[in-house]
């Protein structure tokens, strides 16, 4: 059973930043894409980031892209959302999951989820 713990989250101001983690445990191929996601209250879950399995090659969400950058570290089945420049509209619950094969953006072709980690941005 696959299994993905997120870190990381918490309040900052405007501006701030912070470092999301997520780690998997468990038994999978070798190769698969991971994803971030985010969900603010009385809305749908929402793409943020991608990253295939080499780090090579990584999509974003237009309203973040270049501020919040993803990587990943295989030798420590961890993978990275630095989050830049937070802004209120940032305030979600951010999920990180992970992709055998399938479009980047739409959650309901990840194949496992963590339990999500919340961000609170105050302005």
């Known amino acids: 059973q696959v299994q993905l713990v997120e870190s990381g989250g918490g309040l900052v101001q405007a501006g701030g930043s912070l470092r999301l983690s997520c780690e998997r445990s468990?038994?999978?191929?070798?190769?698969?894409?991971m994803g971030w996601f985010r969900q603010a209250p009385q809305k749908e879950r929402e793409f943020v980031a991608a990253i295939n399995w080499s780090g090579g090659y990584t999509y974003y969400a237009d309203s973040v892209k270049g501020r919040l950058p993803i990587s990943r570290d295989n030798a420590k089945n961890t993978v990275y959302l630095q989050m830049n420049s937070l802004q209120p509209e940032d305030t979600a619950v951010y999920y990180c999951?992970?992709?055998?094969?399938?479009?980047?953006?739409?959650?309901?072709?990840?194949?496992?989820w963590g339990q999500g980690t919340q961000v609170t941005v105050s302005s």
């Open positions: 468990g038994r999978t191929f070798s190769k698969y894409n």
């Open positions: 999951a992970l992709q055998y094969s399938g479009r980047a953006s739409a959650p309901a072709q990840y194949n496992y």
